[in-house]
């Protein structure tokens, strides 16, 4: 039985027991007094007619006129004359009127009342003795009537009583299901926080329970910041805090070979030249704060591109751009960015000159890695050579778009969506070689062929289509799970976190589907809950109404943020290939992935590695303890990655 139930039972029990003892004192003490008062009354008439026949002649007519005109003023219910032997001379008896009183309470609450008794004399000797009992039916009825008022009363009191119990049953019940729900939380691993209730009792476990949860959060930030150091100790360069080489050329090789990633871009290499003779001639600091603030300005024009940078070597930094295709206006805005910092260094007293050679090159999906960046590099010596402020633009294999103009991009994509969404099978195994989920990529039909995401992405979010698309793709994925029964995995575009036109969308369709939507893995990429935290937590308390799964694509980078998502409800997380790729040769890249593998499973998410490609990279993932692995290596039918 529930506590609401229990509390609600004791209440009746207590307006019970108030109402039957109430009820039951209060009849037996107007019985009582009602008694008291007729047995008195008894005595005080029996006397005072005794007396009046005293002093009367004791003509048997004229005692007997006496006592019939006592009886019928309707006061008494009986009048008996006894001899002194005790035979009986005259009697006189009325009935009870009791009409309107219920039988069944005279029963109960008959009044036992003795008779009133008084000696008639005759001048010195007695002539007889007088009995007499008052009517009393009267009684019965004032008792009832009390009874009714009484019961009245009390149902008046016990309305307003439960009107006050249900007010406090549910001021205690709000606070009570938080509580619950905190409990059931925390028990799922997600460590949320509640308002801290007026109750002493539930606030005394409300606090108790947000400490647990404040204690987790700060763990998971201590343990996510050591992971941070050491991510970023491996992946950027120590000066400049842009990625290193190696981290740099593992995001290119992934934008060439990734479907969902824009399939075109740009490339851009910067050198500062004659960095030696700068670092003798500036010193090391100032140098080092050149760098830092050259670095800073490539991070701000690749950020609002969703790019990267990286430090190659002591003076060369790259540019990568995905999706970029107009090379003019980013000229124009690299000299804007970078000469004033290279003039701000200038200093003529030493003769020194700073020169920010700079070379762009346009590439595609499926380029190959080393051409470009030699061609990058060839074009980079040729601007050098023609001055220390050149920026030479090499034409690289960029494909042809599909459709020329905005106009017939819409045309073309609205047709595309109207006709139906294609999904790809890349399967995502546990340690066992199960299959945990299917990821799905989206294909449109354009141009007379499937195309990839890479190709018209870009289009679709230029355009103002995400929410068009996301609804398609789960449309397509829902017919396909009633269709295969098999769980698939598909990406949301970020506006799925901000754009309430999706929730609105999405939520007829999963509601039509239930035992679609329970198969249903969803993933956004991770720079969208760190961005959008609100709205991407009220995505995932909204869905995972229906059952479906959420997760974060591509983690590494915000990984620091974990602590912040603690209380969202996510099911998975899948870690970037370029925390993966070479894993098996490098210890500290094992170390962050075991360690960001713990915190994931503290808090109850799973955690998978992508963009694996090779046997010896997927045995040592497994082997660190992640929960699966996808990615171009990954085949449902290999007897890849089955250890026990």
Known sequence: MSLIKQLWLTIAVLLLLAFGGSLVIGVSAIRHYTEQEVRIKNADNANALALSMSQLDKDPVTIELLLAAQFDTGHYRLIELHDPEGDLILRRVANEYIEDVP??????????VPAGQAVVQDG??????????????????????????????????????????????????????????QARDIGNRRFTTSNEPYTRELRDVVVAMNMLSSKVREMLSQESEKLERLRRKLQHDEVTGVANRSHF?????????????????????????????????????????????????????ASARHGQVGRLNGSDFALLLPGEDNLRALSQEL?????????????????????????????????????????????LAKAEQDGDRSLEIVQGSARESLYTGLDAWRSALEQALENGVHL??????????????????????????????????????????????????????????????????????????????????????????????????????????????????????????????????HVGSEF??????????????????????????????????RGMATLCHSIGILAFAEGVRTDAERDTILDIGLDGVTGPGIRQDAEAGRKA
């Not at 009245?152 to 001021?171: E, H, Y």
């Not at 960095?275 to 050259?294: F, H, M, S, V, Y």
């Not at 603690?566 to 210890?587: C, I, M, Q, R």
């Open 103 to 112: 039988s069944w309470f005279v029963d109960m609450t008959r009044f036992s």
């Open 124 to 181: 010195w000797r007695q002539y007889g003795t007088v009995e007499l009992q008052s009517q009393h039916s009267f009684a019965y009825r004032s008792l009832w009537q009390s009874t009714l008022n009484l019961i009245g009363w009390f149902g008046i009191a016990a309305l307003i009583s439960a009107l006050l119990a249900w007010w406090i049953v549910k001021s205690i019940r709000r606070p009570l299901h938080a509580v619950v729900e």
């Open 249 to 301: 050329m593992k995001r290119l090789q992934e934008a060439l070979d990734s479907e969902d990633l824009a399939s075109e871009g740009v490339l851009v290499m910067l050198r500062v030249a004659r960095l030696a003779d700068l670092n003798d001639t500036l010193g090391r600091q100032e140098t080092d704060q050149l760098l830092k603030e050259i670095a800073h300005a490539l991070d701000h024009i």
């Open 335 to 379: 000299k804007r960015c970078l000469h004033p910092i290279a003039d701000s260094h200038h200093v003529d007293s030493h003769h020194v000159s700073i020169g920010l050679p700079m070379s762009i090159l346009e590439y595609a999906t499926n380029d190959d890695r080393s051409e470009l960046l030699s061609t990058l590099d060839g074009a």
């Open 424 to 553: 790809a099978r890349y399967p995502v195994l546990d340690p066992q070689g199960q299959v945990v989920h299917v990821e799905s990529p989206s294909r449109l039909y354009l141009k007379g062929e499937w195309q990839p995401a890479g190709i018209f992405m870009p289009w679709i979010s230029r355009l103002g289509l995400n929410v068009n698309y996301d609804l398609a793709v789960i449309k397509s994925a829902l017919t396909d799970i009633e269709k295969h029964s098999e769980p698939l995995g598909i990406n949301l575009s970020p506006q799925a976190a901000s754009d309430g036109r999706f929730l609105s969308g999405v939520k007829p369709l999963l509601a039509a589907h239930p035992e679609a939507a329970a198969k249903l893995w969803l993933e956004l990429p991770e720079s969208v809950a760190v961005r959008h935290l609100e709205g991407f937590r009220g995505l995932c308390r909204e869905l995972r109404s229906f059952g479906c799964r959420m997760g974060l694509e």
């Open 560 to 593: 620091i943020h974990i602590a912040d998502l603690h209380d969202v409800g996510l099911t998975y997380l899948k870690f970037d290939a370029s925390l993966v790729t070479g894993v098996e040769n490098n210890s500290e890249q094992q170390a962050i992935l």
